[in-house]
């Protein structure tokens, strides 16, 4: 089994920057891609950006130019770098793992952002 930590979140202002970090462990050789996700008070969880064992990046429309999803392999850890953020962002940001077939293996157990001034 894969088990996922999230670290990072917190309260910021408009305009500022945090750094999501979520650590991988487990059965990590059968992690493929790996993604954010958010669930912001009363809507479905949507995704964020997800990134490839290579490092290939995918973003929502709603976060491109302002989020940055990396990947640290030897770390087993995946970050997400969120600038200018806005109270639209304001959401619990899960970290999630997906084997080479595509399906979900782990999702972490979220940690909270609130941009507020």
């Known amino acids: 089994q894969v088990q996922l930590v999230e670290s990072g979140g917190g309260l910021v202002q408009p305009g500022g920057s945090l750094r999501l970090s979520c650590a991988a462990s487990g059965t990590i050789f059968s992690i493929d891609d790996m993604g954010w996700y958010r669930r912001a008070p009363g809507k479905q969880r949507e995704l964020v950006a997800t990134?490839?064992?290579?490092?290939?990046?995918n973003y929502a429309d709603s976060v491109k130019g302002r989020f940055t999803i990396s990947r640290d392999n030897a770390k087993n850890t995946v970050y997400l770098q969120m600038n200018s953020l806005k109270p639209e962002d304001t959401a619990v940001y899960y970290c999630n793992a997906q084997n080479i077939f595509g399906a979900s293996i782990s999702w972490g157990q979220g940690t909270q952002v609130i941009v507020s001034s």
């Open positions: 990134i490839t064992r290579g490092g290939s990046t």
